[in-house]
């Protein structure tokens, strides 16, 4: 039986985490569309 891949914790907070989207244009417009949606987003 094959296990999935499995990230550490801290690796994916870094990547795709919400200081990471506050970090660029970008990631800042993706927070701001998801908040619009009515998606909470809690920081960690």
């Not at 499995?6 to 985490?17: A, D, H, I, Q």
Request: aromatic letters at 4%; zero cysteines; hydrophobic letters at 25%.
């Amino acid at each position: 039986m094959h296990y999935p891949h499995k990230t550490s914790r801290r690796k994916k907070v870094r990547s795709v985490g919400f200081r990471a989207r506050m970090k660029t244009r970008a990631g800042r417009k993706i927070v701001n569309r998801k908040r619009r949606v009515g998606r909470r987003i809690n920081p960690r």
